[in-house]
């Protein structure tokens, strides 16, 4: 089943076409692996599929339905999107416990017993309700985030680099534990990496964007082995010579 649709997506910002004409589907289920350098779109792109941005032109369809026909609140509960530094996503006022509970109290869901069971998921103590985001690590905020993003049951996430400004054994942390969610709960990920050996291991297909278009897709073992663009070329290329050859 499809989860998302594009139509001849395009976003301007003035001058920039950040997004150009993108017809992306992403199935029920799977990890579509977006990557290109920065500048690319990528976020533009995660953006419009959330109903964040609103569309220059063309359509985004969720589970059959134009998303802007969509009530709000349905959305909100049904895709959430998980950023690159977990330490701006936090507010750094508020306990653990109330970032946790947030999304639950706006959506008039009071379990508490459901903020225990969210820390269980992404494996932390739960001693952390009464700490505050300072206290805890870069992967432990990370984890955080995933838990607040979780709380409502979405069925879809935009991942944006959500790896990417941690050390990468605290990457390699955090990768597992979004699998092991998306296997347990069944959930739909666009996982977007300006960093092309992040999605090797993860993603079940992978498209490459450039200049605001969908330039390649394949699977990660075929767009490594064989890429068809010279811009994913130098997107191989650019991964460290020692990172590659573990993944060869
Ligand atoms: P990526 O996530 O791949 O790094 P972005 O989607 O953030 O790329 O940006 C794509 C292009 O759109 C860039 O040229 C960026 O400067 C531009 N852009 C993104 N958001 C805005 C905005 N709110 N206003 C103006 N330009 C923007
Ligand atoms: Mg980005």
Known sequence: MEKVKTI?????????????????????????GLVGESGS??????????????????EVVFEGKPINKIPL???????????????????????????????????????????????????LPQSFISRYPHELSGGERQRVVIARALALNPSFIVCDEPVSSLDVSIQA??????????????????????????????CDRVVVMHDGRLVEENTPELLYKDPQQEYTRK????IPKKLYQLLA
Not at 235 to 238: F, G, K, Q
Request: proline share 3%; no cysteine.
């Open 8 to 32: 001849n997506l395009n976003k301007e910002f003035g001058a920039v076409r950040a997004v150009q004409d993108v017809n992306l589907i992403i199935n029920e289920g799977e990890i579509l």
């Open 41 to 58: 779109g990528k976020s533009t792109l995660g953006r419009l599929i959330l109903n964040l941005l609103e569309p220059t032109s063309g």
């Open 73 to 123: 609140s349905e959305l909100r509960q049904k895709m959430q999107i998980i950023f690159q530094d977990p330490y701006s996503s936090l507010n750094p006022r508020m306990k653990i416990f109330d970032a946790i509970y947030e999304p639950l109290k706006i959506h008039k869901k009071f379990s508490k017993a459901r903020v225990a069971e969210l820390l269980d998921l992404v494996r």
């Open 173 to 202: 942390e955090i990768l597992k534990l979004l699998k092991d969610l998306q296997q347990k709960l069944n959930l739909t990920y666009l996982f977007i990496a300006h960093d092309l050996a992040v999605v090797y291991n993860f």
């Open 235 to 238: 997107l191989i290329n650019a």
